[in-house]
């Protein structure tokens, strides 16, 4: 086999111009027999080296330097008495024919007969060190899960305690790889890489399906009139709304005009929808379903329009039948609440997934809002990890509003009496607190939700973000510090200078809380209000990201019996987590129930609607392929 690249005959004549490479066997070799003192050592080495090539070499030869080469054994230049004990070690890649060339570029420095043929020699020498020292020291790469990746020019030094690790690790995964059968590496890889309580549902066989259908595309017909939207609530009441009116408007093939939101609520809020919402995206991405404008049209606003609250869970038919003639005979018609006006289910698909196309696509916050939540979003993952968002309800208008008193002092479970009493719209004033509390019916305690976390195995360093306004009693928070201090709300992430335009909007900050709730590792809701569902409704049509609703008729009845000393606390967290295994966000179906009031809603869990099952597909799809090919058999 010729070495470095050099040529020889068939008959072994050399090449003419180039240096003369043979093949020898090893013991045409010279030996250290027949070398003098001074080069025996360098014998003793090649003659090792040789032995090593052959055994490698199929044929029992090995390559061997030139016949010139070979005659100059004993006057090496000192240069090429350094390199070549050295080659096997260190220059192995480098051909015969260099190192011919250097030695004879060395002689020839010897010489002056030629100082043109010096510097250009010293030149050349200077370049195939430099290519040397660059490739052999600054060229280092890694190669980590089958891919190159350059370590920044600089030289990587691994101990062989990194070398043994990496080479367990490679064993295991090849031990492995047979075994799935390529179908599970994801789900293997995160578990390993993922403790099981930041772990999401398995929903891999689920996805979005809110594509506007081709017949449903507006056709810029005729409006039958123009609907004026009064949303009402708080900011994620106000938002479920507003997509109800969406699919309303529709229905009825009616003009929107952009909502007025409530500023009347117990928060007061003036902002509008500008203030919150980015309009322009609103308009532009609904604008083939509806027309949405931003002012009423000029000629209509002398018109009275006539005033109407929408029945509540209306199906499509009602619109049609009884609001839509309306419509058409006033042009335009105002409502006045926008809350919970569209049945959950027994609507149209294309209907279904508008209302979803108006929630996750055309709602979209302001830049002012997305940009901050953002940013307090990294703030907590960046410094800290994976965070829960705790949607803690323990608010004073919630804790009025049921007659939940649990743990809170008497003056305190009185000032909630008065305000429940004073609050015309709150139909229902005698509570039993105790007895609501053991029905299920109260917003967790803050000491309650802290127990909760703790015996479903989230560490006490876990950082928890308070997703709620201002939680209410004087000593409230102690106990969930004492178990918890990592606690974070968005005025002690945001500086003050970040919170300025923010802090006289409750439902700016309440905006701020929705998009960090939304990103957070892991969603617990302590109760089932506004925020609540839309918030989980949105995280399953984000991937069935982890959320964890507590069962609280049942963790009453356990954190009762803990607090008696019946039950230790190694069984009292095993029946936690027992009893909320199926409850930690996994896909299944919506369920109509025995009325709307109480069944589940459609913003709290858009499965059927707007999310769609592979499996169900390829069920429904399979038999329509089968027909369709018996068909064309006939």
Same mark, same amino acid.
């Given at each position: 086999?010729?070495?470095?690249?050099?040529?020889?005959?068939?008959?072994?004549?050399?090449?003419?111009?180039?240096?003369?490479?043979?093949?020898?066997?090893?013991?045409?070799?010279?030996?250290?027999?027949?070398?003098?003192?001074?080069?025996?050592?360098?014998?003793?080495?090649?003659?090792?080296?040789?032995?090593?090539?052959?055994?490698?070499?199929?044929?029992?030869?090995?390559?061997?330097?030139?016949?010139?080469?070979?005659?100059?054994?004993?006057?090496?230049?000192?240069?090429?008495?350094?390199?070549?004990?050295?080659?096997?070690?260190?220059?192995?890649?480098?051909?015969?024919?260099?190192?011919?060339?250097?030695?004879?570029?060395?002689?020839?420095?010897?010489?002056?007969?030629?100082?043109?043929?010096?510097? /250009?020699?010293?030149?050349?020498?200077?370049?195939?060190?430099?290519?040397?020292?660059?490739?052999?020291?600054?060229?280092?790469?890694?190669?980590?899960?089958?891919?190159?990746?350059?370590?920044?020019?600089?030289?990587?030094?691994?101990?062989?305690?990194?070398?043994?690790?990496?080479?367990?690790?490679?064993?295991?995964?090849?031990?492995?790889?047979?075994?799935?059968?390529?179908?599970?590496?994801?789900?293997?890889?995160?578990?390993?890489?993922?403790?099981?309580?930041?772990?999401?549902?398995?929903?891999?066989?689920?996805?979005?399906?809110?594509?506007?259908?081709?017949?449903?595309?507006?056709?810029?017909?005729?409006?039958?009139?123009?609907?004026?939207?009064?949303?009402?609530?708080?900011?994620?009441?106000?938002?479920?709304?507003?997509?109800?009116?969406?699919?309303?408007?529709?229905?009825?093939?009616?003009?929107?005009?952009?909502?007025? /939101?409530?500023?009347?609520?117990?928060?007061?809020?003036?902002?509008?929808?500008?203030?919150?919402?980015?309009?322009?995206?609103?308009?532009?991405?609904?604008?083939?379903?509806?027309?949405?404008?931003?002012?009423?049209?000029?000629?209509?606003?002398?018109?009275?329009?006539?005033?109407?609250?929408?029945?509540?869970?209306?199906r499509a038919s009602y619109y049609r039948k009884e609001v839509l003639p309306l419509l058409k005979r006033h042009k335009v018609i105002k409502f006045t609440h926008s809350d919970s006006r569209l049945a959950n289910n027994g609507l149209a698909a294309s209907i279904q997934r508008l209302r979803c196309r108006a929630n996750y696509e055309a709602l979209r916050y302001t830049k002012e809002i997305e940009d901050l939540g953002r940013t307090l979003v990294d703030r907590l993952k960046n410094t800290n990890g994976p965070y829960i968002a705790l949607h803690l309800r323990y608010e004073k208008d919630m804790l009025a509003f049921t007659g939940c008193i649990h743990n809170l002092a008497a003056e305190e479970g009185d000032e909630l009496t008065v305000m429940r009493y004073s609050v015309r719209h709150w139909k229902e004033k005698e509570i039993d607190s105790e007895e609501r509390r053991r029905e299920g019916g109260c917003p967790m305690t803050p000491r309650e939700a802290a127990l909760f976390l703790k015996a479903m195995g989230y560490p006490s360093s876990t950082p928890i973000y308070i997703v709620a306004g201002e939680i209410y009693g004087s000593n409230s928070m102690a106990a969930f510090r004492s178990e918890y201090p990592n606690v974070f709300s968005?005025?002690?992430?945001?500086?003050?200078?970040?919170?300025?335009?923010?802090?006289?909007?409750?439902?700016?900050?309440?905006?701020?809380?929705?998009?960090?709730?939304?990103?957070?590792?892991?969603?617990?809701?302590?109760?089932?209000?506004?925020?609540?569902?839309?918030?989980?409704?949105?995280?399953?049509?984000?991937?069935?990201?982890?959320?964890?609703?507590?069962?609280?008729?049942?963790?009453?009845?356990?954190?009762?019996?803990?607090?008696?000393?019946?039950?230790?606390?190694?069984?009292?967290?095993?029946?936690?987590?027992?009893?909320?295994?199926?409850?930690?966000?996994?896909?299944?179906?919506?369920?109509?129930?025995?009325?709307?009031?109480?069944?589940?809603?459609?913003?709290?869990?858009?499965?059927?609607?707007?999310?769609?099952?592979?499996?169900?597909?390829?069920?429904?799809?399979?038999?329509?392929?089968?027909?369709?090919?018996?068909?064309?058999?006939?």
């Amino acid at each position: 086999m010729s070495s470095g690249g050099a040529n020889s005959s068939a008959t072994g004549s050399p090449i003419q111009g180039g240096p003369t490479t043979t093949r020898r066997r090893v013991a045409d070799l010279p030996t250290a027999e027949s070398d003098n003192n001074n080069s025996s050592s360098y014998s003793d080495y090649y003659t090792l080296a040789s032995n090593d090539e052959e055994a490698d070499s199929p044929n029992g030869y090995m390559p061997s330097i030139s016949s010139s080469w070979g005659s100059h054994y004993l006057h090496q230049h000192p240069v090429m008495r350094y390199l070549l004990p050295r080659r096997k070690l260190l220059f192995s890649w480098v051909p015969d024919t260099w190192f011919i060339w250097i030695d004879e570029t060395c002689h020839c420095l010897k010489s002056s007969r030629n100082m043109g043929r010096k510097i /250009l020699g010293v030149l050349l020498l200077m370049a195939v060190v430099s290519v040397f020292f660059k490739v052999s020291f600054l060229s280092s790469h890694v190669e980590v899960n089958g891919k190159l990746r350059r370590e920044n020019g600089m030289l990587i030094l691994q101990t062989f305690k990194e070398d043994w690790a990496s080479a367990q690790r490679v064993v295991a995964e090849t031990r492995v790889e047979p075994q799935t059968e390529h179908s599970m590496p994801k789900r293997v890889l995160e578990r390993v890489s993922t403790p099981e309580i930041w772990m999401k549902p398995n929903s891999d066989n689920y996805h979005q399906c809110i594509s506007r259908p081709l017949n449903r595309i507006r056709t810029r017909s005729k409006t039958n009139g123009y609907i004026i939207v009064h949303a009402n609530g708080g900011l994620n009441q106000m938002r479920t709304g507003i997509c109800d009116m969406v699919a309303i408007a529709k229905i009825m093939n009616a003009t929107l005009v952009l909502p007025s /939101l409530d500023q009347e609520s117990f928060w007061t809020d003036p902002s509008d929808f500008k203030d919150i919402f980015d309009w322009r995206h609103f308009i532009k991405v609904l604008k083939d379903d509806i027309e949405i404008v931003e002012y009423l049209p000029i000629k209509y606003k002398a018109i009275k329009p006539i005033v109407k609250a929408p029945v509540s869970w209306s199906r499509a038919s009602y619109y049609r039948k009884e609001v839509l003639p309306l419509l058409k005979r006033h042009k335009v018609i105002k409502f006045t609440h926008s809350d919970s006006r569209l049945a959950n289910n027994g609507l149209a698909a294309s209907i279904q997934r508008l209302r979803c196309r108006a929630n996750y696509e055309a709602l979209r916050y302001t830049k002012e809002i997305e940009d901050l939540g953002r940013t307090l979003v990294d703030r907590l993952k960046n410094t800290n990890g994976p965070y829960i968002a705790l949607h803690l309800r323990y608010e004073k208008d919630m804790l009025a509003f049921t007659g939940c008193i649990h743990n809170l002092a008497a003056e305190e479970g009185d000032e909630l009496t008065v305000m429940r009493y004073s609050v015309r719209h709150w139909k229902e004033k005698e509570i039993d607190s105790e007895e609501r509390r053991r029905e299920g019916g109260c917003p967790m305690t803050p000491r309650e939700a802290a127990l909760f976390l703790k015996a479903m195995g989230y560490p006490s360093s876990t950082p928890i973000y308070i997703v709620a306004g201002e939680i209410y009693g004087s000593n409230s928070m102690a106990a969930f510090r004492s178990e918890y201090p990592n606690v974070f709300s968005h005025s002690t992430l945001a500086t003050e200078e970040e919170l300025e335009m923010f802090k006289p909007y409750q439902n700016r900050l309440a905006a701020l809380d929705y998009i960090v709730a939304l990103e957070s590792d892991v969603f617990v809701y302590t109760y089932d209000g506004n925020m609540a569902k839309a918030v989980q409704g949105h995280r399953r049509f984000e991937g069935f990201r982890k959320t964890i609703n507590p069962d609280r008729q049942n963790f009453v009845k356990l954190i009762d019996q803990l607090d008696m000393g019946i039950m230790p606390w190694e069984q009292f967290s095993w029946e936690v987590k027992s009893l909320h295994s199926d409850r930690l966000g996994a896909p299944y179906l919506r369920q109509p129930g025995e009325s709307p009031r109480l069944e589940e809603n459609f913003y709290a869990n858009p499965l059927p609607g707007c999310i769609c099952s592979r499996y169900r597909e390829q069920q429904i799809s399979s038999p329509k392929l089968d027909q369709k090919f018996s068909s064309v058999q006939r």
